[in-house]
């Protein structure tokens, strides 16, 4: 089993719908969650940090289901400039700085 | 600043041939990383330092990669000799301690 599994899509959707990614990790006792966007060719970047209780940043909400080992990216009024790759990343250790990434989840929208 | 600058942003080489690839992470950033990305695999942690020692290169696939950090400002992912399945794109990142990495734009290699 991978450390961290995402669906490849690609997700089309009409501009303004509402989308969402979930993110499987295998690891119980891995501590800090993110979710990275990458456009095409060019480097990752933090889109946000995935807190226990949620967290929302504008039009985007992510949250942390421990028990189930999942994290989730929701888009809401998606944009043509959401389109990217978004790449789910877990420290499985829980200390230190080492990453793991997804392969990443497709989201194209669409006029 | 400038971000983290990796060079060549592209390079094509022949099976068999050593290919250098450079890093300058940002100043002040206490760890540093390599990463390959490929279509099947994506993202993939070679190695990471951390005040320029090596720290986990578990990562590194075979004894034809090395890398190296000898200063603050400066690691080196060297691949003798480089064949073709070595193809993806070689990211460097950087970060402070428990912080976001910073990504450089990658270098483009190809194997033929």
């Known amino acids: 089993r991978k450390e961290v599994e995402q669906d490849p899509g690609p997700f089309n959707v009409p501009e303004g719908a509402t989308v969402a990614f979930n993110c499987t990790y295998s690891?119980?006792?891995?501590?800090?969650f993110f979710w990275y966007r990458q456009d095409c060719r060019k480097e990752p970047k933090l889109l946000m940090s995935?807190?226990?209780s949620g967290n929302e940043d504008g039009r985007f909400t992510a949250q942390l289901n421990r028990a189930s080992q999942y994290i989730s990216l929701l888009i809401r009024d998606s944009k043509l400039s959401d389109s990217a790759t978004y790449l789910c990343?877990?420290?499985?250790?829980?200390?230190?700085?080492?990453?793991?990434f997804g392969t990443g989840t497709q989201l194209k929208v669409e006029l | 600043d400038a971000g983290v600058i990796q060079s060549p942003r592209h390079e094509v080489t022949e099976m068999g041939q050593e290919v250098t690839l450079r890093c300058k992470p940002i100043s002040g950033h206490d760890y540093l990383f390599w990463y390959r990305q490929t279509m099947m695999r994506g993202l993939e942690l070679l190695i990471y330092?951390?005040?320029?020692?090596?720290?986990?290169d578990s990562g590194m696939p075979e004894d034809r990669f090395s890398a190296k950090m000898p200063n603050a400002s400066f690691s080196t992912l060297k691949i003798q000799p480089s064949e073709p399945r070595d193809s993806a794109v070689y990211f460097c990142?950087?970060?402070?301690?428990?912080?976001?990495?910073?990504f450089g734009s990658g270098t483009q290699l190809s194997v033929l």
């Open positions: 690891n119980s006792a891995s501590q800090s």
């Open positions: 990142a950087s970060s402070l301690p428990f912080e976001k990495l910073f």
């Open positions: 330092f951390n005040n320029n020692v090596p720290i986990d």
């Open positions: 995935v807190y226990s």
């Open positions: 990343v877990v420290n499985p250790t829980g200390g230190g700085n080492k990453l793991t």
